[in-house]
């Protein structure tokens, strides 16, 4: 019999609210996956935006994300969610 794999949990508690005119939504981010969290190449490549674009929308608090290990962090749900809301606006 395998051993399951434990799939370790970190917390990077996070608020996060997008502004899309004048629908505000709040996002709470607690007790996730590693695997949730990417680094800013898988972000760049899928989605296809530019390193000053991810730059921005991280100073502006429009994107999750959190800094783990000296670099930036992505919570690829939230900006997956964020951008499914947009684009139903």
């Known amino acids: 019999m395998k051993a ?4 370790p949990k970190i917390t990077v508690p996070a608020t996060v609210t997008f502004i899309n005119g004048n629908k505000h939504i709040t996002m709470q981010i607690q007790n996730t996956r ?6 800013k190449s898988v972000i760049l490549r899928a989605l296809g935006f530019t390193d000053k674009t991810l730059r921005t929308l991280r100073g502006n608090k429009i994107i999750p994300c959190g800094k783990l290990g000296g670099s930036y962090r992505y ?10 809301q947009s684009a139903a606006c």
């Open 4 to 7: 399951k794999k434990h799939t």
């Open 75 to 84: 919570y690829l749900p939230g900006i997956l969610f964020i951008l499914e």
């Open 34 to 39: 590693l695997e949730d969290w990417v680094d």
